[in-house]
């Protein structure tokens, strides 16, 4: 996918939130460099830290996505990596009828199952924490004008079937990639062109 170079009329005013994942950080792998690739095209681009990253929990993490983000339009995007996909989905549930936001982009996301945790009490504890929270996916849906959900085949803690809740209930376009792993800082990725890409796809009106 080549990179889609946007007018800055197109640009102009077009919010990013970057919302890292489990046990995560703004400065984390590749979220500053995105940061600052998206800086340079004029967009205004944000990685907040959520509270508690250790021990993520929805019921602190939505609100405080909420009081991050403020009035959210059609210029208005966001990128979830791993749980940060979770609590994009759930935040954007949370919208009032009729909000529409520009898109979401999902790295290594999941609603389905994940596999090779630790076998510590703790992490199973949100392992199911978010599993098992309901989440009504034609309300997400009807409040994205588009999104793209990005895979590694390669994932050791999120199979590829993940990938049909993307597709098949919030229309995301899939993107599979071979060698990024978990897409994470541990995992050496300090540059995402394919997240890159993927939002000036999706901001291009």
């Known amino acids: 996918m080549g990179v889609r170079f946007l007018s800055e009329a197109q640009i ?10 489990w046990d995560g950080y703004p400065q984390e792998g590749w979220l500053p460099w995105l940061k600052k690739e998206l800086e340079k095209k004029g967009f205004e681009a944000t990685v907040p830290q959520m509270p508690d990253a250790a021990n993520p929990r929805i019921y602190n993490w939505i609100p405080a996505i909420a009081k991050e983000v403020g009035n959210v339009d059609e210029n208005t995007y966001f990128v979830g990596h791993s749980i940060g996909s979770q609590a994009v989905a759930r935040f954007i549930e949370s919208l009032p009828r009729n909000t529409k936001i520009g898109g979401a982009i999902f790295v290594g996301g999941f609603f389905k199952r994940l596999t090779g945790l630790e076998d510590d009490k703790d992490v199973q504890k949100t392992d199911r924490h978010w599993l098992t929270a309901p989440i009504d ?45 978990h897409f994470s800082g541990d995992d050496g990725v300090k540059k995402l062109p394919v997240a890159l890409d993927a939002i000036l796809e999706i901001s291009k009106n």
């Open 137 to 181: 996916f034609k309300k997400v849906k009807s409040k994205i004008k588009k999104s793209i959900a990005i895979f590694s085949e390669d994932d050791p803690w999120v199979p590829l079937d993940n990938r049909d809740d993307f597709r098949d209930k919030l229309s995301s376009k899939i993107i599979i990639v071979k060698g990024y792993k």
């Open 12 to 21: 102009m005013n077009k919010r990013v939130f970057i919302i890292h994942g």
